[in-house]
């Protein structure tokens, strides 16, 4: 079936640092991405997005790229800082159910100060 | 400020009760989701709503149902809660998906 999932189970980083967060996705079909960050004890909450007809996507310190050539998305967090520490999904859209996401199992980053 | 709300934070059952997880939404989205979330194991679907009355099951409907009268509300049912659905139940709701889900803060059920 298909699945979206992301390379690395937790990441450490130096505060001040750039982080990457890896994700591949399975299905060519998939044609929107988003990225959700999770706090301890929260829901998750929206970060970014992408549409599969770009490349690259920016926000506040955050962003996006989707590679499709090779079904991969990753998000750069730059300047990380103590606050971004949470865990990370990655989610695609469902080529055959319009209708919900595929969600990959997260990332949890730690910022050490 | 727009928000997804569930009824209750941290919820304590005895196995075999029959628990109701409630979710209101105040933004019109049509689409309505319930997960769980495990370690290790992400976010889990076990039944969505893409209208009023409509339902369909996500991954691991097995031991749930849901109830969906309005718009607003979606209604998660353990119908004989076991220890095996110790969790975080997370509410999401959306537009069409290519706009992003947004998610409640979440239900910690625990099942003794």
């Known amino acids: 079936g298909e699945s979206v999932g992301l390379h690395l189970p937790t990441l450490s980083v130096q505060e001040g640092d750039n982080s990457i967060i890896n994700c591949a996705y399975s299905?060519?079909?998939?044609?929107?991405f988003i990225w959700y960050k999770q706090e301890s004890g929260k829901g998750p909450q929206f970060i970014i997005d992408?549409?599969?007809n770009m490349d690259k996507r920016q926000g506040q310190r955050v962003t996006v790229l989707l590679n499709k050539t090779v079904k991969h998305l990753s998000l750069q967090i730059a300047a990380t800082q103590p606050g971004d520490s949470a865990v990370y999904f990655c989610?695609?859209?469902?080529?055959?159910?319009?209708?919900?996401?595929?969600w990959g199992l997260g990332t949890s980053l730690a910022v050490n100060p | 400020d727009v928000k997804v709300t569930q009824s209750s934070r941290y919820l304590v059952k005895r196995t075999g009760e029959k628990v109701f997880l409630e979710c209101v939404q105040d933004m019109d989205h049509e689409n309505m989701f319930w997960y769980r979330q495990d370690p290790g194991l992400g976010l889990r679907l076990i039944y969505f709503s893409y209208d009023v009355k409509m339902k369909e099951k996500g991954d691991i409907p097995e031991g749930y149902s849901v109830s969906r009268e309005k718009k607003e509300r979606f209604s998660l049912i353990l119908e004989s809660a076991s220890t095996n659905q110790t969790s975080m139940y997370l509410c999401a709701s959306s537009l069409p998906v290519k706009y992003g889900y947004t998610f409640g803060s979440g239900t910690r059920l625990t099942v003794v």
């Open positions: 989610a695609g859209s469902n080529a055959g159910n319009n209708r919900k996401l595929i």
């Open positions: 992408i549409r599969s």
């Open positions: 299905n060519s079909a998939s044609d929107y």
